[in-house]
């Protein structure tokens, strides 16, 4: 399975990025989809994840009533939107995938599909 992250940039905060996975691969219509962030430094820590087609969603705390993930199974593409970026919000951030539900949705051994990252940074 191929994950193709696009959308990262620079930001000023309080602004907004949206951040797009494209994934190819999956013939199961419910697997799991999750958007993970990295900073210098810092350990990755799970930000927000999906069972696709289920609407189930989880949050990290530092992101809940921020973020958004969706998904558009028509375009294969996994989304999150951020908003009220914050400067503590600036890491690398992976879109990560499995075939199966992940559980608890932030155990980064769970998922065997990663993407490359796109970068993040709020000033």
């Known amino acids: 399975v191929q994950l193709v992250e696009s959308g990262g940039g620079s930001v000023q905060a309080g602004g907004s990025l949206r951040l797009s996975c494209t994934h190819s691969?999956?013939?199961?219509?419910?697997?799991?989809m999750g958007w993970f962030r990295q900073a210098p430094g810092k350990a990755r820590e799970g930000v927000a994840a999906?069972?696709?087609?289920?609407?189930?969603?989880f949050y990290g705390d530092s992101v809940k009533g921020r973020f958004t993930i969706s998904e558009d199974k028509a375009k294969n593409t996994l989304y999150l939107q951020m908003d009220n970026l914050k400067p503590e919000d600036t890491a690398m951030y992976y879109c990560?995938?499995?075939?199966?539900?992940?559980?608890?949705?932030?155990?980064?051994?769970?998922?065997?599909?990663w993407g490359q990252g796109t970068q993040v940074t709020v000033s």
């Open positions: 999906t069972l696709t087609g289920s609407g189930i969603t």
């Open positions: 691969g999956y013939t199961s219509s419910r697997h799991c």
């Open positions: 990560a995938a499995d075939a199966k539900a992940v559980a608890p949705w932030d155990w980064i051994g769970g998922y065997t599909s």
